[in-house]
């Protein structure tokens, strides 16, 4: 079926080139840091992790796309969601790929990444988590590419396929515990000291994720004869609108918490992050745009009117994504080495390089999505009687 993925008209050809520039401006910047070292990042001994680690992060949620679709299609029969199951796997695919590469690009010398796995230390949570993001990378790839070949061949997918299928549920909720577990694992950690770090990390995921994946249903329906089906857009969204409603419920419990114990060590990462602390104020415009942006969307998403109007949909989609992408980034990671535990204020900003490694990887990521899901609308073009597609 890779032969799919080579078809294509002068628009599709035309994108997939600018990917591969893309790509090729991040290597080059990759090849820097290998010669110079981290040293051209903005990382420093007092912020080791920045947009790298950041992007992983929010990434592992954005792969929540799958499961969101796979459990009420596959569990609960819900038929509606026959056409976004196998497009929410090889999503999660191409965001799974990407949190592998912000790590190995994250490690400076990438030959150590195999230290991870020739080496191993159960004690260790990175460990688990290097083993669950790559579990979930095969199960998705290895599910999605059996369903699709069944589906082109006018077939039951295999029965061997069906575990498979049920423990990438279970697996998906796995990632993103066990990536919250090794922020709130760190003691010396105010900000991420705090046992809803799981489940602001699975409501986030759960909100963000499917809003992604409505903004490609929408895409695909624009650019190709693909439809998902108003309904399962529909469906999409109120499962958006609870995900997103949680997250911002867990916020607001942490704030109440923070603030109403008043421990200074604790109050000061949020300080710095809305309000600033003792003249460090760069991230204050970004932390409250994310916090308007997922509030307008909470809005508008709440309003049957407005969430079922697609325009303000994707609008809303967009900014959740946007709003999610800052505040799980950025605001996640740098508010929480940011005062350090000697209560020292030490500014992050990532470099030029930095910048153009994580658009190189995000170019991979999206040239994966691509091929994969041209090769799914090739075989359902295939297969459906025209005028059905």
Not at 46 to 62: E, H, K, N, P, R
Not at 117 to 140: A, E, K, T
Not at 175 to 182: K, L, R
Not at 348 to 359: R, S
Request: charged share 10%.
């Amino acid at each position: 079926m890779i032969e799919l993925a080579l078809k294509g008209g002068k628009a599709y050809w035309c994108w997939v080139a600018a990917l591969v520039g893309i790509i090729a401006g991040g290597m080059a910047a990759f090849i820097w840091q290998l010669q110079f070292g981290l040293g051209i990042t903005g990382l420093g001994r007092d912020i080791s992790w920045g947009l790298y680690i950041a992007q992983l992060t929010f990434l592992v949620g954005v792969a929540a796309s799958a499961v969101m679709v796979v459990l009420p299609y596959y569990l609960h029969n819900y038929k509606e969601f026959g056409k976004l199951t196998i497009i929410g796997e090889f999503t999660a695919v191409a965001a799974v790929t990407m949190c592998g590469l912000f790590l190995f690009v994250d490690i400076g010398q990438p030959m150590r990444a195999m230290n991870v796995f020739l080496h191993p230390s159960p004690h260790s949570i990175v460990f688990w988590d290097s083993i669950v993001l790559i579990g979930y990378l095969l199960l998705n790839l290895v599910v999605g590419w059996h369903v699709i070949e069944a589906e082109r061949n006018g077939a039951k997918p295999p029965s061997r396929v069906y575990p498979l299928i049920y423990l990438s549920i279970p697996w998906a909720f796995a990632i993103h515990t066990v990536t919250a577990f090794v922020y709130c694992g760190m003691p010396g950690r105010g900000f991420w000291l705090t046992a809803i770090m799981a489940p602001r990390f699975l409501a986030s995921a759960f909100s963000a994720g499917p809003a992604f994946l409505v903004i490609v249903c929408l895409l695909l329906r624009a650019t190709t004869d693909f439809d998902p089906g108003r309904n399962a857009i529909q469906a999409l969204a109120k499962i958006i609108t609870y995900g997103l409603l949680a997250n911002l419920f867990f916020l607001g419990c942490e704030v109440f918490v923070v603030f109403y114990s008043g421990l200074p060590d604790h109050m000061d990462h949020f300080r710095y992050l809305y309000f600033g602390l003792d003249g460090h104020a760069h991230l204050v415009p970004w932390m409250r745009s994310a916090l308007f942006l997922l509030v307008g969307s909470a809005v508008l998403l709440i309003i049957p009117a407005t969430r079922t109007n697609e325009t303000l949909l994707a609008l809303s989609c967009g900014a959740l994504f946007i709003g999610t992408w800052i505040d799980k980034g950025i605001g996640l990671v740098t508010g929480g080495f940011v005062p350090t535990p000697l209560h020292q204020l030490v500014d992050y900003w990532p470099t030029v390089p930095e910048m153009m490694v994580c658009l190189g990887i995000f170019g991979i990521g999206l040239l994966i999505l691509t091929l994969l899901l041209k090769i799914v609308i090739s075989v359902r073009k295939e297969q459906m009687p025209a005028g059905r597609f």
